[in-house]
């Protein structure tokens, strides 16, 4: 069973930044994805990046240019830095991973971005 944990989520005024952070436990092996979602109440889950298993990355418009995704196989875990946030970017973001046609979702961060 894999397990995913978020963290780093919080409260920043617009054109702050943050650090999410997705730590993973339990059984991995082979070729996996990981991605980052967010979900606003009363919207569908959306996707905000996601990177291959080697170092191939694909973003959404909205984070073209302000968010970065990485992932470290040793741990394994997966990175959002954000920057220039801005309010519509307020929902909770989900830690994605698929695997061996498994999907696994973290508990999610909620995200704030408020003056």
């Known amino acids: 069973q894999v397990q995913l944990v978020e963290s780093g989520g919080g409260l920043v005024q617009p054109g702050g930044s943050l650090r999410l952070s997705c730590a993973t436990s339990?059984?991995?092996?082979?070729?996996?994805?990981m991605a980052w979602y967010r979900q606003v109440p009363g919207n569908q889950r959306e996707l905000v990046a996601r990177v291959a298993n080697g170092s191939g990355t694909i973003y959404k418009d909205f984070a073209k240019g302000r968010f970065t995704i990485s992932r470290d196989n040793a741990k394994p875990a997966v990175y959002l830095q954000m920057t220039n946030l801005e309010p519509e970017d307020t929902a909770v973001y989900f830690c994605n991973l698929g695997a061996g046609g498994a999907v696994y979702w973290g508990q999610g961060t909620q995200v704030t971005v408020s003056s």
């Open positions: 339990g059984s991995l092996s082979g070729i996996y994805a």
